[in-house]
């Protein structure tokens, strides 16, 4: 059994030392260990740190990608070089190294496919409480979405049995901790929690700006994935309240037609054709959508078998790209 533990990196020269000395030397259950960096473009010695420290492996990038293209490209070369379970964890040593065995636990007695470590949000010293809000919110629309029950979806201390990361798709290009979730919650890959602990802060988060501009990004990648894995059930719901607001304001204007008033509501008559007409068509998109989703659906088997193929394990230790 091979775990391979990957690492988003992007400058990180600082942190990579304390993140690499925290992380597991041995597991039960696990016959070998290895670690990976993705090297997200980064221009400080991070690669060289990585290489003095005896990271196993190195996948680099010319230029900054971002964590989603990171997260894609660490997973195939996992892949590629046999793991049968795979690891995502911070460079910034944000989660606890030794909950890594945690993780692995229900993967290897095979009653889960994809772990995720919950984070004590509420008792994080260094998160602001407009920030647990925000997270809790965020986690409860993700579970609202997915139909699943993870608790907390923004978490990136995740792992993966080689069964599940052969089977994932990231669409955006700005996380995947979300879209993943949609996905295996759509795709019935089995997946559970497990409550993990977190290190004292060492840097601020470099993922997004502000709050705000995290709330709106996310909303835009839950959205986006609901749209796409269940669309027939968003665009009915939202055609279902369309057509239902042009049905209220018809039996309004017939309240006031048989009231031998309907002469001053034309307008109301007119906005509640143009509502109805709105929410029908929006209620064909979605089941053409769904067509689509069903064809969306063949392509991802296809797509399973070929990345089967092609990610044979393989002798190669450095990727560039």
């Known amino acids: 059994m091979k775990l391979i533990i990957q690492i988003p990196c992007y400058n990180e020269e600082k942190t990579l030392a304390e993140t690499y000395a925290d992380l597991p030397k041995q597991i039960e259950g696990i016959d070998t260990i290895e670690y990976l960096i993705i090297n997200d473009g980064s221009s400080d010695r991070t690669v060289q740190v990585a290489r003095e420290l005896g990271f196993h492996h190195i996948v680099s990038f010319r230029r900054n990608k971002g964590l989603a293209h990171g997260f894609k490209a660490g997973l195939d070369a996992c892949l590629r070089l046999g793991a049968d379970i795979i690891v995502n964890t911070d460079a910034d040593n944000q989660y606890c190294g030794a909950d890594i065995e945690k993780l692995v636990r229900p993967i290897l007695e095979e009653k889960s496919d994809?772990?995720?470590?919950?984070?004590?949000?509420?008792?994080?010293?260094?998160?602001?409480?407009?920030?647990?809000?925000?997270?809790?919110?965020?986690?409860?629309?993700?579970?609202?979405?997915?139909?699943?029950?993870?608790?907390?979806?923004?978490?990136?201390?995740?792992?993966?049995?080689r069964e599940a990361a052969l089977r994932l798709n990231v669409i955006n290009e700005y996380t995947y901790t979300l879209e993943t979730i949609i996905q295996a919650g759509h795709d019935k890959i089995a997946m559970t929690s497990v409550p993990i602990r977190t290190n004292p802060q060492t840097r601020s988060s470099r993922l997004f700006k502000s709050m705000w501009a995290y709330m709106k990004r996310s909303a835009t990648v839950i959205i986006r994935s609901f749209m796409m894995y269940k669309p027939l059930r968003f665009f009915g719901l939202l055609g279902a309240a369309v057509f239902l607001l042009g049905l209220l304001l018809g039996v309004r204007y017939l309240f006031y037609f048989f009231a031998g008033a309907g002469a001053g509501h034309i307008q109301s008559l007119i906005l509640a054709a143009i509502l109805m007409l709105l929410g029908a068509q929006t209620g064909i998109v979605g089941l053409q959508a769904d067509m689509i989703a069903a064809n969306r659906k063949i392509l991802e088997d296809i797509q399973y078998r070929v990345r089967k193929i092609e990610t044979a394990p393989t002798e190669s230790s450095s990727h560039h790209s």
């Open 114 to 161: 994809i772990v995720i470590g919950e984070r004590p949000i509420d008792e994080t010293e260094h998160f602001s409480w407009k920030k647990k809000k925000f997270q809790h919110l965020g986690s409860w629309v993700v579970r609202i979405a997915s139909g699943t029950g993870i608790p907390d979806a923004p978490s990136g201390f995740r792992a993966y049995s």
